[in-house]
Structures are given as structure tokens and as C-alpha cells.
């Protein structure tokens, strides 16, 4: 048994007093953070989250849980705490993911309650102590994709025009996310991390990293995920939903709707560089090749919003020609 599961399971029977404890798997995550479903004798199931001290921190969560809970959202209770050791033991919302039931008959009410629970974090979320999502932090991510994915994972050589092309997309991706009413972002918002359980649903997890960010962010990772995409029609239809609805509860004010599309498309273009990075990454370092599979999804999103804006043509025209067919 793994070292970190036999201590697990001595705070659970030792400090908890919990008897004849079954731990299984619940679920990995893309970070050194896993999840268990703890059972004992008489008593429900609940999940215990593992985060290594050395590797991760749990205040954040913590804090952002006693936050996200105090306005109604649905998030999971928090039975005891060892921060110390990396360890939590909270309420089970159960194992089915917005992932595992989206499809075209059920997508505008899941996402409907998705999105009136984003109004919630965008309009009274937490702000203070948040860490900034800066120009620095939005760089350091794009450079995931140029160092992971274009350098370590697929090994291409750029001349100096490519490198001038990458350079001038990340200030120009930067530049508009910067320009963004900023709000709580929860940087993480998607059909891997939403779960559908009892009222009020969505049940949500995975917050730890929220920082003060781009009001479009969560939005792209929610209808642009990268695990299930939906036509270009819809996803503008939902978009253009959202935006009447952040209207009415004073995140945005009422303008060009037209902007408000153009941060959406190119916060996306930012979130799938990133993500496409994270994804090779965690195939190279981490040992998890099976995020590998997602990113031709993924970078399909950079060069279908490419043709609509001639400042992000070459940045499509390199992941088209160089990149995709690399993979």
C-alpha cells in the first residue's frame, strides 16, 4: 500500500476514530492532488482529498470552500482537516460529472444552471486576497505551449519568423485579457469539475487556484471545454445568453456585446495555449498520457477563432500546419 494511503488511513481511524475504513479511488487530478472514497462502519461515504504538503497547499481551498458555501453555491461540506499532513475529509457529491451526461438534449440546462452559478462567483465572489492574474501569470501560461508542446513534446525547431509570430500573439492575447472587467475566477470551470447532485446544482470543485482575473475566463472553459466541444452557433448563442445575464447582475454594463465576444474568443485562444501546454506536460513529467488525446481538440478551438481575427491568422496557420499535423 502507498505511503501516503497508510497515512491516510491512520489519520482517518486514529484522529477521526473512523472503524473498518475502506478507501478506493475516486479520482485523479491534473496536479499531485488525488481523491479518495472513504467508507466506514455506519456511516456514509465521504471523500478524502491526498495533497502532499511538499506539493500542495490546502488553505486556498479551504478558505475559498467557507467562502464559495456562505453565498449558496454548492460546494462540499468540510468534515475535519489535517493541513499539516495534506489531508481533507468532505462530503461526497457523488461521481457524475456534467461530462458523463452532456449531450444535445440536456446541454442548455446543465449549462443554464452552470451559468447562473458563475453570475453568483462573478457578482458577490471573493475578490480580496485573491492572487492577480497578471500579464506575468497569462505569459508564464502561453509558455507552457511554446516550451511542453512545440519544444519538448514535438521537438519542432522555429525560425525567427515563428518565434516573432508567438511573441506578438501572447501580447496581443495579454493585452486583451488585461483590458477585461476582473473578477472571481474560479480558472477551472468545466465538465470535469462540475458535477450534477442534489439542489443547488451544479455541485462544484476543484476552486483552489482561483485568482482575480478576466470576466470571459470562466465562461471559455465552461462552453469551450476541452473535454467536449458543441457547434460554433450554440456556443455564440450561450455566449450572448451570459452576457445579457452578467448585464442584469451588475458584472458587465450593457455595450457592445460584439467586444464582449471578441474577449471571449481570444481569453479562449489564451486558455487552449495554456491548456494544450499542460496536457503534454503532464504526459512528459507526470507520467498521465491521457490528456494526450484532448489536445487536437483543443487546438482545433485556436484555429477555428483564427479566421475571425487577423491579428491570431498566423498563430492558426502554425498550429494548423506545423503543430496538428506533428501530433
Known sequence: MPKRVELLREWLTNALGMEAVKIEKASDDASFRRYFRVTAAGESARIAMDAPPDKEDCRPFVALLEQFGALGLHVPALFAQDLDQGFLLLEDLGSTHYLDVLAGDTADRLYGDALAALAVIQSIGPRQGLPEYDAEMLHREMMLFSDWLVNHHLGLDLDEAEQAMLKASFESLSASALEQPQVCVHRDFHSRNLLVCSSPTPGIIDFQDAVLGPVTY????????????????????????????????????????????????????????????????L?????????????????????????????????????????????
Open 218 to 281: 470562466d465562461l471559455v472553459s465552461l462552453l469551450k471545454d476541452c473535454y467536449i466541444d458543441w457547434p460554433e452557433a450554440r456556443v455564440k448563442d450561450w455566449v450572448m445568453g451570459y452576457f445579457q445575464l452578467a448585464v442584469q447582475s451588475g458584472i458587465l454594463k450593457s455595450g457592445d456585446e460584439g467586444l464582449f465576444l471578441r474577449w471571449f474568443d481570444l481569453m479562449g485562444v489564451q486558455r487552449h495555449l495554456k491548456a494544450s501546454g499542460i496536457f503534454a506536460r
Open 283 to 327: 504526459n512528459h513529467r507526470d507520467g498521465k498520457p491521457g490528456y494526450l488525446g484532448d489536445i487536437p481538440r483543443t487546438l482545433n478551438y485556436i484555429v477555428e477563432v483564427a479566421r475571425h481575427y487577423p491579428e491570431m491568422a498566423g498563430l492558426g496557420a502554425f498550429i494548423k500546419q506545423r503543430v496538428l499535423p506533428a501530433l
